[in-house]
């Protein structure tokens, strides 16, 4: 296994549209359990293959606290339900800033595992937040989109400014 580079914002390459896993080989599964061990080592809750620059549909996840519950999805789609709901969320490509996101509390989730079964699941909580914000990488997106230009402008110039 190995650590992989995450990318930080405002990156370009973060604003790529991940492409569908076509084929499930030793090379995917590979590829999983590097994105996973990455993510533990960070440490994060969740970690998209954008944010290592591969521009696929993988995203790992676990949210329970010994770190022994992880998902890793491939080709997810996400059915919402329920209210929004705002929650404080923060993300390894834009180290150091934590700010409230709306999102919605409950989702389905349908994906591939790394073997290509297919798995399907809701989930509430932190596991709902955080999947959704793994999506959002997957469409190119970041959570700082959801904030004002104002404060997206400012997190900008604060990350290039530490940067060297
Ligand atoms: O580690 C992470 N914590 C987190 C906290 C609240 C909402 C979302 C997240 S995801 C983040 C890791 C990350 O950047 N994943 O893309
Ligand atoms: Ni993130």
Redesign the pocket.
């Given at each position: 296994m190995s650590l992989l580079e995450i990318l930080h914002y405002p990156d370009p390459r973060l604003r790529t549209v991940a492409a569908p896993v076509k084929i499930f080989d030793q090379a995917l599964k590979q590829f999983c359990d590097n994105l996973l061990e990455t993510m533990y080592a960070?440490p994060?809750?969740?970690?998209?293959a954008t944010?290592v620059n591969v521009h696929q549909q993988i995203i790992s996840v676990d949210v329970s606290e010994k770190q022994d519950s992880p998902h890793l999805l491939v080709n997810p789609t996400l059915t919402l339900h329920g209210a929004q709901y705002a929650?404080?969320?923060?993300?390894?490509?834009v180290p150091g800033i934590y700010e409230p996101v709306s999102r919605a509390e409950r989702i389905t989730v349908s994906a591939a595992n790394p073997l290509g079964e297919t798995v399907s699941f809701e989930a509430e909580g932190l596991l709902a937040?955080?999947i959704q914000?793994?999506y959002d990488?997957l469409q190119g997106k970041l959570f700082v989109d959801y904030l004002s230009g104002l404060k997206r402008n400012r997190i900008r110039k604060k990350l290039q400014k530490q940067k060297k």
């Open positions: 960070a994060g809750i969740g970690l998209a944010q929650g404080e969320e923060g993300c390894l490509s937040i955080c914000h793994e990488h």
